[in-house]
T-cell receptor, first 112, second 113 residues
Framework: RKEVEQDPGPFNVPEGATVAFNCTYS??????FFWYRQDCRKEPKLLMS???SGNEDGRFTAQLNRASQYISLLIRDSKLSDSATYLC?????????????FGAGTQVVVTP | EAQVTQNPRYLITVTGKKLTVTCSQN?????MSWYRQDPGLGLRQIYY???????DKGDVPEGYKVSRKEKRNFPLILESPSPNQTSLYFC????????????FGSGTRLTVV
């Protein structure tokens, strides 16, 4: 079983709609979680950290469910520019230098 | 501008010919790492470094070497490249992986024939 698993998609979303997707992780001791965005053949860029209480950044909302070991990302009022692959990232261990474990990504395609 | 710079962006080489991919960051970050990305597999860590002269293996270190003689530079060395090392490579750095995750370079697309 992969340590971080994501639905590869694609999630086809009409412009203006809401899309949500999850990511599951296997290590219950994981402490830090992130969502990254990656455009085609470009470097991943940090979208947002995921906090225990859940957090929001504009149209993006991230949630953490420790009991079920998954994190989620919700995008409201989708824009064409939101089309990308979203990578779920989990930190192995609790040290500041811990290793990041990446999911393979969920592709989102926003259509006009 | 704060950034991680990788070179070259694209490289085609032949099996067995030693090559080095350079990585430099201007943010005074202690933590640096190399990843490779292959379709369906996501990013996999090759090596990482917590500080100058401190490096450790990631998940897929075979066939690679690194060095960290200066804080800003973290080159990736392929002593004898093979076709299975054809991949997209990313260098990354961080002030604190726990809190901030990594900042990535623009990537190096390597093809070994």
């Amino acid at each position: 079983r992969k340590e971080v698993e994501q639905d590869p998609g694609p999630f086809n979303v009409p412009e203006g709609a809401t899309v949500a997707f999850n990511c599951t992780y296997s290590n219950s001791a994981s402490q830090s979680f992130f969502w990254y965005r990656q455009d085609c053949r470009k470097e991943p860029k940090l979208l947002m950290s995921v906090y225990s209480s859940g957090n929001e950044d504009g149209r993006f909302t991230a949630q953490l469910n420790r009991a079920s070991q998954y994190i989620s990302l919700l995008i409201r009022d989708s824009k064409l520019s939101d089309s990308a692959t979203y990578l779920c990232v989990v930190l192995k261990g609790t040290d500041s230098w811990g290793k990041l474990q990446f999911g393979a990504g969920t592709q989102v395609v926003v259509t006009p | 501008e704060a950034q991680v710079t990788q070179n070259p962006r694209y490289l085609i080489t032949v099996t067995g010919k030693k090559l080095t991919v350079t990585c430099s960051q201007n943010m005074n970050h202690e933590y640096m790492s190399w990843y490779r990305q292959d379709p369906g597999l996501g990013l996999r860590q090759i090596y990482y470094s917590m500080n100058v002269e401190v490096t450790d293996k990631g998940d897929v270190p075979e066939g690679y070497k690194v060095s960290r003689k200066e804080k800003r530079n973290f080159p990736l060395i392929l002593e004898s490249p093979s076709p299975n090392q054809t991949s997209l490579y990313f260098c990354a750095s961080s002030l604190s992986v726990l809190n901030y995750g990594y900042t990535f370079g623009s990537g190096t697309r390597l093809t070994v024939v």
